[in-house]
Structure formats: structure tokens, C-alpha cells
């Protein structure tokens, strides 16, 4: 077993050891104050601080503003196969533990949050759906392929590189059978008892919104549910749908701006519940058809917003919040007295507390009174790292409208 050698040394400025030392997994290119040796995007260096001190093994790409990713803070540590096997089976462990009995797709390795900067992988029944988000994590994919597969004994294992954060590391998009034999498709896993055809090679993400798995089952509750007019928006293959048809809803109302989405989400629905003639599939922006609805007096009793990221970047920051809240605001004016929002954001960049604000500013607009039931957040196979607040992305709300 080789161990690889590190083939440079980032020293970084004084002051700037502090994130480091706190765990912080990234070092951003302005906390460099100089590098030494010859390396090429992917390798392995040393961090060390100003006067010289040991802070961490990274892998490097300096091309990329996060120039470099650390691997570990043990200086003995050394980066080998053995190292990567035991992070792995780390993130096993850790999902063992997990409330995943009626679950065939989850989350198996979350990047940074599982001391995997870069590795994202998923699992959907007996095949491994693995992102590489960086050079680092790029080139040795295939070792890391072979290490899944000797830790999880999966049928096969896809590459799914097609997050266009990828073009931030210099990497083209990637797709393909990394190991073993294709899925079938479509594949039909299990999500908390229900079933869902899942496309794993053309599905967003890996195929799936694994992190939402929590969230359908508290906001589509049978008590929530069960006879009532659902407002399913930015619906994607029917995730909430299926559970709230399960649970004995009455109409819901399935809005994406994606035909092929709509159609797996029917398919979904059907397979969970027989009879459902008064579902309706809107194929179209979620913005103009809502405002048809408030113009059309159209009532719900339970709104579902659970749009795609809107902050990119912190320049979108202000754009994206105008557009929370006009989503808000258009769902809070279609609730009927006493109806339920379950509202979500999964840009990182607008936190929790920003998005609670958002939401208020909403209510006050449409001038309603609103409870906050509950928090919601990703699911616990993607993990939130407490050295490493990025790694929360996902919040939600689970709000009750006044009467
Ligand atoms: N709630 C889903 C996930 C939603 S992902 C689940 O539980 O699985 C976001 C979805 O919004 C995607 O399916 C995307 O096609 C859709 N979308 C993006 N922009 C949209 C828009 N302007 N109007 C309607 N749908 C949109």
C-alpha cells in the first residue's frame, strides 16, 4: 500500500491558522501568504503557519479560490489507501446508526461533512452514485471506486460529475459506469415505505433529493394530509406528492417546469394510490402560475415550496431573497384560514435566520398571521459538520396560517 508524498508547502499568513486549527476544512487562496514546490492540481501539500508549525495535509488545486482541502490534522497521518478506507467506513458507521429500516436511498458519504472534502456518494438500492466535485477527489476516483466497492458491495457504481461546481475546479462534466454492471432504468427504490422510479443517469443531482426524505414524512403526515387540498410547487418526480397520496390526500396540485419530471411524478403518485382523478400536473414557472392562482381566488389547505437553489453566488444573494419572498408571499395569499406552508431553501448562502426573515417579511406583505410549527432541516445521512457551518444547506419551515 503507497502512501502518496506531499509535493508542496502552503504557508499561510499570520492571523489566518485560526479557521485551520478550528477544523475548518477549506483554505481559501487569500490565507495564503506563499507556496513552495512544484504541484499540479489534485497532489497533496502541507499547511503550515507562518512560523512553520504543522496544520494540516491537503489536497490542492491552484486554480480554484478553495486552493486547498484538508484531508487531516495529524501530522502521522499518513494519505494512503488505508486512509481512505477508514473515512469510508466511518460514513458507514454512521449511517448504520440511522432510522433507514424502510429506505433503500440515502446518503452515504457527504464530502466535507464526512471528512471526504469533494466525495459525495449516494446509494440507491444496490448501486453507488458517486459526485467528484474537485481535482483532488477527480483524479483518484477510481481507486476510490474500487475502495466502495470492497466497503459496501454494491451491483455497480455510476459517476454522476455534472454539478457545474465542477467548472470552478477546472473540470469538465463526467458521466459513466465507474464499476460493476449499469442500474436498471428506471430503478425503483424505497423512501420511508414508499416507491419511486429514479433516473439515475439523466435525474438532477444524482436522481433524487435524498435530503428531503425527513421532511416529506413530518410535512406529509396523515394529520397533515390526510382529505385535504395539497399544493405540491416545484414538485420534481413527485416526492412530497406520493407520500401525501399515500395518507389519503385529497386533489393535489403538482406544478415544475419540467415535462419529464411531471410524468415520473404521475407514475409515482399512481403507483402509491390507485385513484387520484382530481390531481393536476402544470407543466410551467411555478411564479406566473401562482399569480394565475391568486387571480383566479384558487385556495389550498396545505402549500408545499421547495424551489431549486436561487443563490449561486453572494451576488445573487439579494435576488435570490426577492425571490423567497415573492414565492412566500404568492403561497401565503392561496392558504386557506388555519392551512399549513411547509417552505424550504437550500441555497447556502441565505441561513436559516435570513430565510425566517424572509419568510416574516412575506406574511407581513400578505398580511397574515403565521406560527412556525417547526424547523426543518436536511436529512441526518447528510450530515451538518459543526467546524464547517457550510455544510448546512437545506432549511425549511413548517408554518401554520391564522384563522
Ligand atoms: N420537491 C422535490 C424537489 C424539487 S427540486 C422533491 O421532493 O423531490 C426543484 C424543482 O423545481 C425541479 O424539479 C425543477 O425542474 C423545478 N423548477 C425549477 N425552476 C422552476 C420554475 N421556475 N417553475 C417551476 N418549477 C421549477
Redesign the pocket.
Known amino acids: 500500500m503507497t502512501t502518496e508524498l506531499t509535493t508542496g508547502v502552503l504557508t499561510l499568513k499570520p492571523g489566518r491558522e485560526k479557521p485551520v486549527l478550528n477544523r475548518h476544512p477549506w483554505v481559501f487562496s487569500g490565507a495564503v501568504h506563499h507556496s513552495d514546490g512544484r504541484y499540479q492540481p489534485g497532489d497533496l501539500v502541507t499547511i503550515v503557519s507562518k512560523d512553520g508549525r504543522f496544520l494540516a495535509t491537503a489536497y490542492v488545486n491552484p486554480h480554484s479560490q478553495i486552493r486547498a482541502r484538508i484531508l487531516s490534522w495529524d501530522a502521522n497521518e499518513a494519505i494512503n489507501d488505508d486512509f481512505w478506507q477508514r473515512r469510508l467506513h466511518r460514513a458507514h458507521r454512521m449511517r448504520q446508526e440511522l432510522d433507514l429500516d424502510q429506505t433503500t436511498a440515502y446518503r452515504l458519504v457527504n464530502a466535507e461533512a464526512d471528512g471526504l472534502p469533494g466525495l459525495i456518494v449516494d446509494r440507491y438500492n444496490d448501486y453507488l452514485v458517486m459526485q467528484c466535485l474537485t481535482q483532488g477527489i477527480d483524479r483518484r476516483k477510481k481507486r476510490l471506486a474500487e475502495l466502495l466497492a470492497a466497503e459496501w458491495q454494491p451491483a455497480g457504481i455510476l459517476e454522476r460529475s455534472d454539478a457545474s461546481v465542477r467548472a470552478k475546479e477546472g473540470l469538465p462534466e463526467e458521466n459513466g459506469l465507474l464499476w460493476g454492471t449499469p442500474p436498471p432504468d428506471p430503478l425503483l427504490i424505497q423512501e420511508n415505505g414508499h416507491t419511486f422510479a429514479v433516473d439515475l443517469s439523466g435525474g ?1 443531482k444524482t436522481g ?2 435524498l435530503d ?1 426524505r425527513v421532511n ?1 414524512a413530518i410535512v406529509c403526515a396523515p394529520r397533515h394530509v390526510a382529505g385535504k387540498e395539497i399544493l405540491n410547487v ?4 413527485g ?2 406528492a406520493v407520500y401525501a397520496a399515500a395518507h389519503g390526500a385529497g386533489p393535489i396540485t403538482n ?4 415535462l419529464d ?1 411531471l410524468e415520473l411524478a404521475e407514475q409515482n403518485v399512481l403507483r402509491a394510490a390507485a385513484e387520484r382523478p382530481s390531481d393536476e400536473y402544470l407543466l ?4 406566473m402560475i401562482l399569480r394565475d392562482f391568486r387571480d383566479n381566488g384558487r385556495q389550498f389547505d396545505v402549500v408545499i415550496l ?3 437553489k436561487f443563490a449561486h453566488s453572494q451576488r445573487d444573494l439579494e435576488r435570490a431573497a426577492r425571490g423567497y419572498k415573492d414565492l412566500n408571499w404568492l403561497a401565503l395569499r392561496l392558504l386557506r384560514p388555519g392551512g399549513l406552508l411547509a417552505t424550504f431553501s437550500c441555497s447556502g448562502l441565505v441561513s436559516a435566520d435570513l430565510f425566517q426573515k424572509i419568510v416574516f417579511s412575506a406574511a407581513v406583505d400578505a398580511g397574515r398571521d403565521v406560527q412556525i410549527l417547526q424547523p426543518l432541516a436536511q436529512a441526518p445521512d447528510h450530515p451538518v459538520l459543526l467546524s464547517f457551518p457550510e455544510s448546512a444547506y437545506l432549511k425549511g419551515l413548517l408554518c401554520r396560517v391564522g384563522e
Open positions: 438532477h433524487f433529493y428531503q416529506r416545484f414538485a420534481y418526480t416526492g412530497f406544478i415544475d417546469s419540467s419530471v410551467g414557472d411555478a411564479f421547495d424551489p431549486p
